[in-house]
């Protein structure tokens, strides 16, 4: 089994910055993506950016591309996700999730495996 566990969310102001936290466990040396997701309150989910095992990143949308930055410390099973210049419209649930699956673009919340229980980020203006 594996098992993620998102940490870092909160209450910030527009303009602020966050680094949210994906802390894998388990039976992790068989993936091969993880990416963050996000869904905001009435939406769905929504891809946010994601990156392989030997690090190959799948970027944001156009709209999230300059201010969404993926990480990871393989020391600390962890990958990162920085959001910088928060707007309103970042407010939602963060969530990391695990896949094996290669063969796809890792666009799509439908070919991962595993999730996290997710983060709340909350912007005020």
């Known amino acids: 089994q594996v098992q993620l566990v998102e940490s870092g969310g909160g209450l910030v102001q527009a303009g602020g910055s966050l680094r949210l936290s994906c802390a894998a466990s388990?039976?992790?040396?068989?993936?091969?993506?993880l990416g963050w997701f996000r869904q905001a309150p009435g939406k769905e989910r929504e891809f946010v950016v994601a990156?392989?095992?030997?690090?190959?990143?799948?970027s944001p949308p156009d709209s999230m591309k300059d201010r969404f930055t993926i990480s990871r410390d393989n020391a600390k099973n962890t990958v990162y996700l920085g959001i910088d210049n928060l707007k309103t419209e970042d407010t939602g649930v963060y969530s990391c999730?695990?896949?094996?699956?290669?063969?796809?673009?890792?666009?799509?919340?439908?070919?991962?495996?595993?999730w996290g229980q997710g983060t709340q980020v909350t912007v005020s203006s």
């Open positions: 388990g039976r992790t040396f068989s993936w091969y993506r």
């Open positions: 990156i392989t095992s030997n690090s190959v990143i799948t």
């Open positions: 999730a695990l896949t094996s699956n290669r063969y796809n673009s890792g666009r799509s919340p439908l070919f991962y495996n595993y």
